[in-house]
Every structure is written in C-alpha cells, then in structure tokens.
C-alpha cells in the first residue's frame, strides 16, 4: 500500500540568542487590545524567506555551539570541584570516566597541576584526531595551561577553522593553579544543519535519488532550487549600529561612561553580562574592531535583525521590554506573583520563551502531576537523557515494534525538554513541568519521516495507553482520511490533541494540524511577532514561541532549533498542566481554556496569522483552576473549525 509520508516539520533559526534571549516583550494584560496589527504584517515572499531560513539556520547553529559550549564549563566547574584537596585522587578519575560514559562529546579531559608541572589525561579510545588537527589541539592545550597557571578559566576557538569539529574549554580549581581541561567534540553542529536541511526543505525530503538541494514553494509546493552552502552569507541580517557584547566581568561605572563617549552612545540594555551598545555615529564593523581592540570582551556579536515586519522597529523602541538583571525579574505588568526561576544552567541565559508566555508566574498554580501522561509521536526520544530521566515511560516503538522508542533524529528529543525536561536540577535546561510523564512514540524513521499508517498507529496505541495529551509535530499537506479516523479515535476517548501546523510561510492547511479535533499551533518570535517561517490560515487556533528554542538533544547534549515543531510542545505542556490543576476538565474544555485566555496579537479577536494569540500560560491555570464564576469558553469552538473545515473542500 502506497501510505503517504508524514515528516516532522521544519525547523528554521531565529534572532541572536545570547543577545535578545533575556529580553521579552511588553503585553498590558488587556487581552482586547491587539499587540501586534494584521495590516502591518509582511509575509516573506518566497525568495526572501529562503534567504531568512538560510540566515535562521546559521544562527540555530551558533546558539547550539553557545548551548555546548556553557553545558560543557558547568561539567568542568563540577570536576574541578570533585578533585579531592586538589590532587589527582580515584574520585576524580571515576567522575572523568563516568562523565565521558554518557557524554561521548566529552573527547578527552586532562589533570593540569601547574605547579607541579603534573598532567594526567582520561582519553576515549576512539579519539584519533590528524596530524593537522592535532597540532591546533597542542597549540590551544598550551593556552588553556597557562590560563590555569593564573587560575583562569579558558575556552578555545572552534576549530579546524573550515569544518569546526572541536574546541577547548579549562577550568581551574577554586584559589588553586590547577583544574580541569576538556576536549570537546562539536560534531553536534553538523547533525543540526542536516536535521535543518530536511526540516526547512533546503534538500529533497525524505531524501530520493541523487542527492540535491531544494525547497518548495511556499503557495505552489514545487520544488525550487536554491544554491548549496552559504549562498547568503553576505546578507546583513543585523541592525547596522549595534552590537552584543558580553564580557568577563561587569564594566564599572566610570568605563561604561567612557565606552558610550567613545562609540556616541546611549545606555545600553543589559541581560545579565550580556549588553546591546547602540551608537549613532558607528557601524557594527566599527562597533566590532573598537570592543574588540580596546576591551576585549568574552563575546561580540552583530544583533542580528528579524525581517518578518518591515517597520524596522528594533527592541531600543520598546520601553516596556522583559529582561532578567541580576538574578531578578523586572516585569511591567507589575503582577502580584513573583515568577519561580528555576536553577538550570541554562534557563536564565537562552530560554526566553518560558517567560514570554507567562510559565514562571504559572507555576505558582501547577507544576504538573506525574498522573498526566503526554505522548510524544515523532522520532523516539534519548532514554538516556539525563535532563529527562525520571520523566519518561516505557512507550512504543512503532517502526520496529521490538525495539525501544529511541531517537536517532534528534526532533523527538528536543520536543520532549521542552514539554518535561527535569526543573530545578541544575543542569540543561527547565521543562514546562516539573512533574508529568512523557510517553515516546517512534512514529518517524530515522531519515525523520513516516507513513500515515506510523503516525495513525502511534496515535492510537498512545491512546490506549493512558495518555492524556498527545504531541504531533509533524504533518503534511494531504487529508489522509486513515489519519483523521486515528484522531478521531483519540478525540472521543477525551485526549487533548496538538499539532504543529508547518513552517512553510504558506496559507495552504497542514494535517493534522487542520483537522477540527485538533488545537493547531503555529510559531511567534522573541518579539510576540509571526515567525517568517511559520504557517497560517483560518484554521490557526494559538500561537507559541518557536524560533531558537535552547532544549535536550541526542547523546545527553542540548540544541537550540525553531520551528512550529517546537511551539507545538509547548502548547502540550500547558494543556497537561491544565490538566494537572483540574483533572475533571474534558478535552474540549482544556481546549477551549487555552483558546479563551490568550495575549491578543494582531487584529482584535481571532485572524488568520495569529488565530486567538499567543498562549498565556497563568491566565489559563488562573481559568481552569478554581475560580468560583463559571468557566467562559469560546462557544462552539470544534464545530466552527468544522464548519471551515467543509468550507475549505468545496
């Protein structure tokens, strides 16, 4: 039988993560007054949205090797303060093997006691890097040595420079000229651009014949060629008189006044070390050599600019913006919660998006109940995760039924962190839930497809196995009439359905997205803006965020990727958490809720770019969870999506 194949939507690239990811826009709490105006909305045309979602991909790529680079000093700082009196002891050596046990990326860690002159290596056996590569290795080993010396930390370019596949990183021992130095394998960066290349269709998808790169149409879905590599590399996706900067330590009051002298400057936004200088006589190449030169920062980068809305507003236009400051919440809205932030290593720098839909303060009203079971249907998801250990059932492996649901893709993954990775653990990243439970269906092979005959079968035994809510963040344009009789089949059995609705830029309904028993979701930016990337159309129900989202990826490392793939989970998350605080709610009314209390974007009430709006996560736990005054739902929700539905197949 010929099934149609499902594939996991695409996954597009975002603004700059270090700059913007502490940085959320204002929303007045007035859900009647629009954020956001439809007339103003520019949707990419086909040509500049290839060009977005090349830029996108490169800026995926840079935030991962970001991700890699903090989860791999956090590690260190863990060994070096392991090493018992500061000697080269047993514990040190079990904690270096049991470290690289899980963490192949972890290539080779070394003992450096520069007073002794001492060095003892924990090497993988499969470690054999070239001639060439291994005299850069030598070179950066010395400089990470001397840095101990001084009891410094130190961290490497990546390198080769033309196929990155290491760098280098040290730690030193508290008040001791000794510590920890790793070698980090990097090869993470080329299994996100290929996830990418499939997900944004920048090559044939699922992969037939000789291999091409190719995209498809936004409106006509047929294949166009586009370039192979960097075809837009010289594009100047940045605003031309800014700049990211973050340094070692904080700049002093008397040399930020002497830096905003130099580059004619206003006060900076700042996000934790992290600072966005404006000038108005200097560009970003002058910005660039001048921090570089005379204060040589820890990173400097351009802020990369989002091109969705030509007004050209940039976030200095916005006074009511979100931004972390020293461990604290500045909030606008002066709520009468004080949001929980949670100790990730991770949260406070990338994961921007839980903020922005109001988790934090939503915790205050569930964390979630192990009793909520969230099936994800997708590629399989790493068992063997940390950040997610103790967060996944047994699930089901429906493309080789005897073997485990495990992700050899990484998209299953990623979706699960961002629905349950463990909170508050110290490490990676926070889930939407602190309790809850994943159930990993292996619907999509590992070329990152499947058949409606997988997904349909997924569905169904996700169902019949106690799942609650059900993830499905991939789709395809055809109504394929078995996989509507699988939704069905949940639906009636009270399951909260979710899909992902597509990231190609186009109107036309993805399914299952578009079927009315499901709540279809589609991806804003940072900015509450649509994602250039992201689908739309009368049968859009919510929006969430979706671009660089900072969760779990494959062999226990973390990867930051867009896409309505990854606004989809958190919608899951929020209707498991819903579910949590009021186990007695019905599908149609956990939907309804989401529906209902939402941040109104574009024109008031419901439009085809931003359906209802964006996701509000406390207002939703605030209506589901206990207020006397009866539930208010938007009436009629599921016929009316029906009711367009039969309007559309005319």
Known sequence: MNWRRWAAWGLTGAAAVAAVSLLFPSSDNDKTTPRNSVTQLSVPKP????????SMLKRDMTATERLSRMDARGHLRSLAASSSGGSIGDKLQRAARELQKDHKHFQAILWYDAKKGQTRQFRREDFKPDPAVSKQLNTYLGYAKKALSKSSSYESPSFPEKQPKYFIAAEPVKGKKQGIIAVMDIGILGRVQDHQNKNLRLIPYPKEGKFKVESVHADTLKDITVKTG?????????????????????????????????????????????????SDTMSMQQ??????NKWKPKYIEPHYLYLTNETGDSIWDDPGSYYYEDDQVSDTQGTEETPEIPNDLLFSEYQWNLPIIETNRGWKLSKGSNDVIVAVVDTGVDLKHPDLQGRLLKGYNVINPDQEPTDDVGHGTHVAGIISANVNNGEG??????????????????????TTYSVAQGIIWATDHGAKVINMSLGNYADAQFLHEAIKYAYERDVVLIAATGNDNTERPGYPAAYPEVLSVSATDYNMQKASFSNYGDYIDVMAPGESIASTYPDNQYAALSGTSMASPHVAALAALIRSVNPDLKNTEVMDIIRKNVIDLGDKGRDKYYGYGQ?????????????????????????QKMDRAVERAK
């Open 615 to 639: 996701i509000d996560v406390y207002a939703a736990l605030q209506a589901a969870g206990g207020s006397a005054a009866p539930l208010q739902f938007w009436p009629q929700s599921v016929q």
């Open 47 to 54: 040509a500049e949205e290839q060009k977005l979602k090349q």
């Open 230 to 278: 960097h075809d837009n590399e010289k594009a100047s996706h940045y605003y031309e008189n800014e700049i990211v900067v973050t340094f070692h330590s904080k700049p002093t009051d008397e040399q930020m006044k002497q830096m905003l002298a130099d580059i004619s400057g206003k006060p900076p936004r700042k996000l934790n070390s992290t600072y966005i200088f404006r």
């Open 429 to 450: 990243i926070a889930g939407m839930m602190w309790g809850g439970k994943i159930l990993p269906v292996k619907a999509l092979d590992q070329s990152g497809s499947g």
């Open 287 to 292: 910005l660039k050599q001048y921090f570089q």
